[in-house]
């Protein structure tokens, strides 16, 4: 096997977000994308460990809504992981309760039978283990700890960060960090992170819905998305000149041979999924004739699966080639599903997670409520560029949604994300790791 251009990825499988931005890299991953949490050879105390923290995060999320004892179990799980406001600028190196948490499970021994077999395993041609990437920071803590043998580099995914991000010396760590925006750099160096160890790269988005560095799917994918979105054709007249110079001449926004399509994504704990079911409601008519196609996804969970699937009998929408559920055993098989279905999704509706950086390949966004903090910082940032707005109440989706796309708004979110949220993460990010070339996004909005 040809090694190098591999590396060790490392994920953790605790809902989608980590996993989903680890893979970009599968086909750089000399072992494929490994989970922290859970891989052959980990012990039953540790993936048991591991479980118990997933379980519980998934409980609250879903626990949320139940009056009072939700709002408060939320609150105590948020405050664990809460982003402090970033003003005033001051020192932010304190380290906070869910970093020491994290850190007294890897000096317990978290982690240490990963990178030892990491150590040991050294390719044919190769004098050191490969370089090391993960995307979530507990398996950056024990990479570290535990003496990992090349370069470790930690891919943040979200649009602001908790301390727990950074290490607990942080000036002394030898983490490289790869960041969506500028303001997770600015908030690391307020940890403590020396700044010559940050790279504003942007989120990693699948190379399929790209294209290489010509973007030619990406652009092509928009072009064709901009008729559904301005049907009237108010957006598409106005700003001419900026469609045909970042996307070709303005033919080619003719219209697609799909309807309408929403692509309603239901996060890893299975939060939320009530709002497709009212999607299916509401839009039933426009489902039926034709006008609209509503993809409801599951991802992995057959427990949301099944309760759509009920849902779409219920309405008698059985036989409906407009309703599409999305399942699959894995997450890697979901993500290759969710990533094709993107190509000729026209509107990404879902919480503010990672799928926020998703607006970068020139979807608008539409979120419902946040869940923890992260996320509410995810929405600011949306917001900020301006490629996603906030639901109204979905009970009245057939009222609103043709306003919005009347107006041709939804139009220019979409030239919004293309033009102002990152979308060559991947590559920076390969660039840095496989072969030493800094590639920083310059024209970087501070959100």
């Known amino acids: 096997m040809e090694t190098n251009n591999k590396i060790n990825v490392v994920a953790v499988d605790m809902g989608y977000g980590h996993q989903r931005a680890a893979y970009p890299f599968l086909d750089s991953a000399y072992r494929g994308i490994i989970n922290a949490n859970h891989y052959q050879g980990i012990s039953k105390k540790e993936q048991k460990a591991w479980t118990s923290g997933r379980r519980w995060y998934e409980f609250i999320s879903r626990f949320k809504n139940v009056p009072i004892l939700g709002a408060v179990a939320f609150y105590l799980m948020n405050y664990f992981q809460e982003i402090e406001p970033l003003y005033p600028k001051r020192d932010l190196s304190k380290n906070s309760q869910q970093q020491k948490y994290f850190y007294k499970q890897v000096k317990r021994g978290l982690g ?38 090349n370069d470790i580099y930690l891919v943040v995914c979200d649009a602001d960060v908790a301390r727990a991000w950074a290490p607990y010396d942080a000036a002394k760590s030898r983490i490289i960090y790869l960041v969506p925006n500028k303001r997770v750099k600015e908030r690391l160096e307020l940890y403590g992170v020396k700044s010559n160890k940050i790279f504003v790269t942007g989120f990693p988005l699948p190379k399929e819905n790209i294209g290489g560095p010509s973007k030619k799917i990406l652009r092509a994918d928009i072009a064709a998305r901009l008729y559904n979105l301005d049907p009237k054709g108010i957006y598409r007249r106005k700003y001419a000149k900026l469609i045909e110079d970042y996307l070709g001449p303005i033919e080619a926004t003719k219209k697609p041979d799909h309807p309408l399509t929403i692509t309603f994504a239901v996060g890893g704990a ?100 946040p869940i923890g903090s992260q996320e509410t ?71």
């Open 270 to 369: 299975g939060a939320q999924r009530e709002i497709g079911v009212i999607l299916l409601n509401k839009l039933h008519k426009y489902l039926k004739t034709g006008r609209i196609r509503l993809n409801l996804i599951a991802g992995v969970r057959n427990d949301v699966y099944l309760y759509y699937q009920k849902a779409v009998n219920n309405f008698k929408l059985g036989t409906c080639k407009n309703v599409n559920l999305v399942y699959a055993e894995d997450k890697n098989a979901y993500f290759k599903i969710f990533n094709k279905l993107l190509r000729t999704t026209d509107v990404l509706w879902s919480k503010p997670s990672e799928l926020t950086f998703y607006s970068g390949l020139g979807i608008p966004f539409i979120m419902s409520e």
């Open 112 to 149: 240490k039978h990963l990178i030892e077999e990491l150590n040991n395993q050294i390719p044919k041609g190769h004098k050191k283990p490969l370089p090391f990437l993960t995307t979530f920071f507990v398996p950056a803590y024990f990479a570290e700890y535990y003496g990992y043998k």
């Open 377 to 447: 910082y995810n929405r600011g940032w949306l917001l900020a560029i301006g490629a996603g707005v906030d639901s109204l109440n979905p009970n009245y989706v057939d009222e609103w949604l043709f306003d919005w796309l009347d107006s041709g708004w939804l139009a220019e979110a979409a030239m919004e994300g293309f033009l102002d949220a990152p979308h060559m993460g991947t590559y920076h990010i390969e660039n840095i790791v496989l072969k030493n070339q800094v590639v920083e996004i310059e024209d970087v909005h501070l959100l």
